[in-house]
């Protein structure tokens, strides 16, 4: 078993039975055949709760890897939470495509989707469907509850910690709300059940309440170690409030460089992390032993099956002439492969590009639904450091690094460069650690004067590829829609083209608008 939570996750996937409907009206109580009147017999049936709020992202509904799913009216493996999060954060950019034809999700190649897509639409039903879940958790652990159910102080003690953890969760998926959607509807375990449909908060509104949520939580948390990895601690509350104050324009139209660098030296001066000494270790099916990642999406091949998270990544990025044996998988599903644009931003020498699969791959990606136009990049793999395949040969073993060290320091570089504080000389060792750790030396080193925002841009490409954040930096730098940038399939031709401003934010599901008048459409849709 690798880890406390993955073990608490697995082992509770199946407890509370919920289910959403195609309407999230985050004011009813998620439904389940289990009630508080009877659950909470059980001292340990908190820790099942709060592991199943951790579920909501690693897997996609009761019975892995399908058979009672969580969000209803779209197929199960293709609504998991990290999956679509991935999707809607890499395929839109100038680093994936995915190849494959199914209803919605050829338009999130290039930015052309509507309202009624079924991926963008099962993306804000995962979000609130984790609100929920927090929601329902915070409200079943109030003081007056405890009390009533004659809840001893140590089993107190140890659900507050829970409850600063399920707050964190609920920050998590509300910074994805108002990074994709922007406005939308803020409820939390206050607002009464049953009532009339959420009103919509602003996005500025939104980014304040999980500031201070967060803020209100970081000496809550548990403190880093092997016992919490995968579980929110302190510094990981820190990272959550940095990309919100690296974004601070972005969301409320005002920067906050200061606190973004001081939330970030939180993080690195923790001492809790160091690099790893392999890039490819942090992809690879043992990387839970990896001392840079500070919050992980844990996946376990026997415990936590699902056809999204990982196992979606590892086997959709193979395909042609790979072989499956050399990714510790049974079978590639010729879907994810590299825009030129992306291949192109490594230059040689650069470790990170090794595993790059080239033969027979053409670099341009002239005909999507063609696996061999784009070269294919098995970045993460089944295969643990020492060469061993994962537990199962088809759910993978392999986690997924949500926040990591790495990022962090090129996050330091840039909030140095945008007049956030910091110094130059700790700014460039930063940038060159990661490099050295690429090239294998100091071949690869930058200069001071090379140090600028453009370069940071480019190296979080080549750091952080297909890990989940290149919708967010290519906005920030505002790069991702308009004409300043064009990449291969922007705007829907091969070439690209410039793509109008209002794509920077997906649209509110036409399902959403019809169930809640409070709603009003982002503009453009």
Not at 37 to 55: C, M, P
Not at 85 to 110: Q, R, S
Not at 243 to 267: C, E, F, R
Not at 503 to 517: C, F, I
């Amino acid at each position: 078993m690798k880890t406390t939570m993955r073990t608490a996750i697995a082992a509770v996937a199946g407890l509370l039975l919920v289910g959403a409907t195609a309407c999230t009206d985050t004011t009813v109580e998620p439904k389940s055949t289990i009630t508080g009147a009877n659950v909470f017999n059980d001292a340990g049936a908190y820790k099942a709760f709060i592991a199943r709020v951790y579920t909501g992202l690693a897997v996609s509904g009761q019975q892995g890897p399908a058979g009672q799913p969580d969000i209803q009216g779209i197929d199960e493996g293709f609504s998991q939470y990290l999956r679509l999060y991935w999707e809607a954060e890499e395929l839109p950019t100038d680093e994936a495509v995915i190849g494959w034809g199914d209803v919605g999700l050829p338009e999130m190649n290039t930015q052309l989707w509507a309202a009624s897509n079924s991926f963008v639409v099962a993306m804000y039903y995962r979000i609130y469907f984790q609100v929920g879940m927090a929601n329902e958790f915070l409200r079943e652990t109030t003081d007056d509850k405890l009390s009533a159910r004659n809840v001893s102080s140590s089993l107190r003690a140890q659900i507050q910690q829970y409850r600063a953890e399920a707050r964190f969760l609920r920050a998590l998926s509300y910074w994805h709300a108002i990074d994709l959607f922007g406005s939308v509807p803020l409820v939390t375990e206050n607002d009464p059940l049953g009532s009339t449909p959420p009103p919509q908060a602003t996005r500025a509104d939104i980014y304040n309440y999980v500031v201070s949520e967060l803020q209100d939580i970081q000496n809550q948390l548990p403190d880093p170690g092997p016992s919490t990895y995968g579980r929110a601690t302190g510094p990981a509350a820190s990272m959550l409030l940095a990309k919100l104050y690296m974004n601070a324009g972005v969301y409320t139209g005002s920067p906050d460089w200061t606190n973004a660098m001081n939330a970030i030296q939180q993080v690195i001066g923790s001492g809790a992390y160091t690099l790893d000494p392999s890039y490819q270790h942090l992809f690879q099916a043992d990387n839970n032993t990896s001392p840079e990642i500070i919050f992980a999406i844990p996946q376990d091949g026997l415990k936590t099956q699902t056809w999204g998270g990982v196992t979606f990544l590892v086997h959709a990025e193979c395909g042609g002439n790979m072989s499956n044996a050399d990714y510790g998988i049974d079978g590639c599903w010729w879907g994810i492969r590299l825009k030129q644009q992306a291949y192109n931003n490594y230059s040689a020498g650069d470790g990170r590009a090794s595993y790059f699969y080239t033969t027979d791959q053409n670099v341009d990606v002239a005909s999507i639904s063609n696996w061999n136009d784009g070269i294919a990049a098995p970045k993460f793999t089944n295969k643990t450091s020492t060469g061993a395949s994962g537990s199962h040969a088809t759910f993978v073993d392999t986690d997924f690094p949500m926040f990591r060290l790495g990022d962090a320091y090129l996050m330091y570089a840039e909030a140095f460069l945008r007049g956030g504080g910091g110094t130059q000389a700790q700014a460039l060792a930063y940038v060159n650690a990661l490099r050295e750790r690429a090239f294998g030396g100091t071949s690869g080193d930058i200069t001071a004067d090379q140090l600028t925002l453009p370069f940071i841009l480019a190296e979080r490409g080549r750091e952080l590829l297909w890990e989940g954040h290149r919708r967010v930096d290519l906005i920030r730098y505002g790069e991702y829609t308009g004409g300043d940038y064009i990449w291969a399939w922007k705007g829907g031709v091969a070439a690209g083209k410039s793509t109008e401003s209002f794509r920077d934010l997906y649209p509110l599901p036409a399902s959403e608008l019809v169930a809640n008048p409070n709603l009003t459409q982002n503009p453009g849709y």
